[in-house]
């Protein structure tokens, strides 16, 4: 397993990925992704925020990053902090804990940028993708209610966010 940047050349097997995520979320929850914008991940794979995990020369998850996130975090978005977003995992890698091996690369990434946590979030309400990040060594930090602002995705618009963090 190696996590390395995306690529141009991963944006169909990413949106496959994602595709296969949002059709699992569906026969899980009621809040599931609603579709990205391909300019939005290829944006993401240009500033080198896009991560895939390559196990046996395929691509088993994918996942980004930011360093700012004020339209969820509000005004503790100044905490010098790492967010990790939209993890997919290709079905075929279903159960390889990768949640937990991208907290590691986190924690390393995080010392070597500067920053003091790691912080996550997902719709609220998941009892059993919480207990998991529980597991995962994350805080619950509570709920925050969202906004519609044009910049959320659409499956963030007027809902509310479990959030999520380690402090290093």
């Known amino acids: 397993m190696i996590i390395l940047h995306s690529t141009l ?13 949002t059709a699992y979320q569906k026969k899980q929850t009621i809040n599931y992704w609603k ?14 925020r896009q991560y895939k995990i390559i196990v046996d020369g ?5 996942f980004v990053i930011t360093y700012a996130d004020p339209l969820i975090w509000k005004e503790r978005d100044v905490d010098p902090s790492i967010y990790i977003h939209r993890i997919a995992t290709n079905p075929s890698f279903r159960g390889s804990s990768f ?15 500067g ?4 912080r996550m979030d997902t719709t609220a309400g ?3 993708l919480n207990n998991y990040y529980f597991n995962c060594g994350f805080e619950d930090k509570g ?8 910049e959320l995705p659409l499956h963030y618009r007027g809902g509310s966010l479990n959030l999520f963090e380690i402090k290093l």
């Open 126 to 128: 998941n009892d059993k």
């Open 58 to 62: 395929e691509i088993a998850c994918v």
């Open 9 to 21: 050349e991963d944006l169909d097997s990413i949106f496959k990925i994602y595709d296969d995520a």
């Open 35 to 48: 579709g990205f914008e391909r300019s939005l991940v290829k944006k993401e794979i240009e500033e080198q």
């Open 115 to 118: 920053k003091e946590f790691i």
């Open 143 to 150: 709920i925050t209610l969202m906004g519609f602002e044009e």
């Open 99 to 113: 949640v937990k091996q991208i907290i590691e690369w986190a924690k390393v990434h995080a010392k070597e940028t």
